[in-house]
């Protein structure tokens, strides 16, 4: 029978990995001042003049979000170590990704290979949040590049100039606090609560 730590691990894991996922997704982890501009590891916003009439005073402010160099590939991405974290933070997804599966087939796995296959998740997500903790401090490292410092001024390694931090980055740092706690709960997944009741003196 599953017990209440295996099913808050695979819950939190699962949240974890949406959590990462979603801040991958939104290129939210640098804005600009002007709320307007805003920068991720795959895509970036800014601000798109589009006239209706083909003049200036037809023209309307738009925030438009597309993929660095306007096609989702690796090597548009303006900056080697953002492409380097990029890498990271995707693999390490994955990574945690896969050890939901792989713990979800230790319930189903008895016999000799159930040991395999536990060590085998533990490992993964450890590895997964070390992946993880290396792209977002080799992010920051991208920000002296000339096109970053072209958007938000005087910045530099650890330095985000006249921009800051936002909110993606934050929930990315949030899910490496939280899943710090996920393989220590893999340790206890069988402990059930009558285990714990009966290691209680009346």
């Known amino acids: 029978m599953v017990s209440f730590v295996f099913c808050l691990w695979a819950l939190l894991t699962t949240a974890i990995a949406v959590v990462w996922s979603v801040s991958l997704l939104h290129p939210v982890w640098v804005i600009h001042p002007d709320n307007v501009h805003s920068f991720g590891l795959q895509k970036y916003c800014v601000m ?4 209706t009439t083909g003049g200036s005073r037809g023209e309307a402010l738009h925030r438009a979000c597309l993929p660095y160099g306007r096609e989702l590939r690796i090597g548009n991405i303006p900056s080697d170590t953002w492409r380097a974290a990029f890498l990271l933070f995707s693999s390490g997804i994955l990574l945690f ?14 016999g000799k290979w159930d040991r395999y296959v536990s060590m085998t998740t533990k490992y993964i997500q450890i590895t997964a949040v070390l992946v993880v903790i290396s792209a977002l401090l ?3 490292l991208g920000f002296s590049s000339p096109f970053f410092r072209y958007y938000c001024g005087g910045a530099g390694v650890y330095d985000t100039g006249q921009c800051s931090v936002g909110w993606s980055y934050m929930l990315a740092i949030m899910g490496v606090a939280l899943s710090v706690f996920c393989p220590i709960l893999w340790s206890f997944r ?6 714990v009741m009966d290691e209680v003196p009346v």
């Open 48 to 51: 798109d003049l589009r006239g």
């Open 97 to 110: 990704i896969a050890s939901v599966l792989s713990g979800l087939l230790s319930v189903v796995i008895q």
């Open 138 to 140: 080799t992010y920051p």
């Open 190 to 195: 069988w402990i059930k609560r009558d285990d």
